[in-house]
């Protein structure tokens, strides 16, 4: 049984994101393992809060994710 961990910092993906990403990982486990294994693969997305997730020592927000998928320095 497949399953999937996506791990995003709390309020930077919208509900309809969210869902998103989990039919499009979805949908890339199955070209792998074929159709039958549908009703076992889990895609399951868990958010952190801001600040609680770094890179090179130093806490992100969701502003910090959000300037950075707008092309700004976070």
């Known amino acids: 049984m497949p399953l999937v961990t996506i791990d ?3 309020d930077v993906f ?8 989990i039919a499009r990982v979805t949908r ?3 070209e792998v393992e074929g ?5 076992v693969t889990w895609v399951r ?5 801001s600040g609680d997730w770094a890179i090179g020592g130093r806490a992100l927000a ?3 994710v959000r ?8």
């Open 14 to 21: 919208s509900p309809q994101q969210k869902q998103e990403l």
């Open 67 to 74: 300037a950075l998928a707008a092309g700004k320095a976070a």
């Open 35 to 39: 159709e039958n294994m549908r009703s």
């Open 8 to 10: 995003v910092i709390k």
């Open 62 to 64: 969701a502003a910090d």
């Open 28 to 30: 890339a486990m199955l």
């Open 45 to 49: 997305i868990q958010e952190f809060e």
